[in-house]
């Protein structure tokens, strides 16, 4: 493909490279390319447009054939460049993290709305349970000026990412990162806890799409046999942690937030409210609160 791309301009090459993932079945072969492209180049979409006659170098032509390659073996756009958009923040990623997807925005969303509810107005403490790439605790700590948070996670290469995106986004003075398992090493009372913890079942894991079964740490996905490890071992943690009045917001898997609920409640959490549900109306979010006795 390399001599074939040599020498088109920019938007033959990213037309080529389209017709070329389409005909592999990748679900989204224009932006792919789009995307490819304008990484080996180092040009936007505006700049794609403005180069759409330059012509593509040999050296070019190269690094294009060589994410081609890639994505068509089954790996990630995310993952080719290294870095993934959440909540509008651009993230940096690693092998030991997942990539942050849509349906986690669903868990930001519904802890903002329980922040709100608090009647708390002083700074607020929030603790990311298995932080990964630090996506959901960096959103939050975006969007609420006044708070300060700790990200855990029992990989020290994914807290090392975490903690350079929170430097990227100048969040770094508002942010601790602490490698232990969930909660573990965590004291004190916190506002908020939140987590994207594996949910997975064991069993269904070598059923996932090529992109997630072989290019998202396992560690990150096995929930045990029936999805639900996790939570059996973060809620108690939580609901130790919690202020009175804090509350628990998790991501869920598909068909699972009932049972969550009940490990909720069995801990001495109240769900006041039903699960949020993603863009494809599956229950993703689910919250409950500690209250007094």
Known sequence: ??????????????????KRFDAAGIDTPELDA???????LGL???????????????AEAMEIDAFALRRTQGEPVARILGRKEFWGLPLRLSAATLVPRPDTETVV????????AQASTSALRIADIGTGSGAILLALLRE?????????????CALQTARRNAADL?????????????????AGAFDLIVSNPPYIRSSDIV????EVRDHDPWLALDGGADGLDAYRALIPQAQRLLTRG??????AGQGQSGEIEALMTAAGLRVENPAKADLAGISRAVSARKTPP
């Open 44 to 58: 936007d979409l505006t700049g794609l447009i403005a180069s759409a006659a330059r012509r593509i170098t040999d």
């Open 109 to 116: 969303e519904l802890a903002l709305e329980t922040l709100r």
């Open 246 to 251: 804090g509350a628990l917001v998790v991501e």
């Open 1 to 18: 493909m390399t001599d074939s791309l040599a020498g088109r301009s920019v938007e033959a090459a990213r037309r080529a490279l389209a």
């Open 170 to 186: 100048d969040l770094v003075s508002r942010a601790l990162f602490v490698a232990c398992d969930y909660a573990a090493a965590l």
């Open 144 to 156: 609420w000026p006044d708070a300060i948070g700790v990200g855990t996670d029992i990989s020290l």
């Open 207 to 210: 059923e996932l799409a090529t």
């Open 34 to 40: 789009r995307m490819l492209v304008g990484a080996a």
